[in-house]
């Protein structure tokens, strides 16, 4: 099993998260603090590798969800890239799949943020011609 450990790095207009170890009641709170910082000092746009995550409970997914949740409405956006097989079957049995944007690489979970960026700026275009 690996010690919990956070660590973050900028990559191309976005926060990544490498998230080792387990997800539970002991670390959640500082998986939410690395969220929040990772947020307002790198981006608002965040992705989560869950690859080397062993073991995961409710209180990590609830984490998520939320941090999913709250960021979505403040503009951002956030991805789950390369989920552990722990993870991935948490998130199977929990329904968070329909919340939470999955990706098997870090990579792809890039491609699906800048897609969906540009799918924010064109509807935000549109409107703006169609109030003027």
């Given at each position: 099993m690996n010690q919990f450990s956070l660590s973050i790095e900028s990559r191309d207009g976005a926060a990544v998260i490498r998230v080792t170890?387990?997800?539970?009641?002991?670390?959640?709170?500082?998986?939410?603090?690395?969220?929040?910082?990772?947020?307002?000092?790198?981006?608002?746009?965040?992705?989560?590798?869950?690859?080397?995550?062993?073991?995961?409970?409710?209180?990590?997914?609830?984490?998520?969800?939320?941090?999913?949740?709250?960021?979505?409405?403040?503009?951002?956006?956030?991805?789950?890239?390369?989920?552990?097989?722990?993870?991935?079957?948490?998130?199977?049995?929990?329904?968070?799949?329909q919340e939470l944007e999955i990706y098997r690489t870090i990579e792809q979970a890039m491609d699906g943020m800048r897609s969906q960026a540009g799918t924010v700026r064109r509807r935000a275009a549109r409107s703006a011609v169609e109030l003027g």
């Open positions: 170890g387990e997800i539970d009641v002991a670390s959640v709170q500082d998986l939410d603090a690395c969220v929040h910082k990772a947020r307002s000092h790198y981006s608002p746009h965040l992705i989560l590798d869950l690859a080397e995550v062993d073991f995961m409970d409710c209180t990590g997914l609830r984490v998520l969800a939320d941090a999913s949740t709250n960021i979505r409405n403040d503009g951002g956006s956030v991805a789950i890239a390369r989920p552990s097989r722990q993870a991935a079957h948490l998130f199977e049995v929990s329904g968070l799949p």
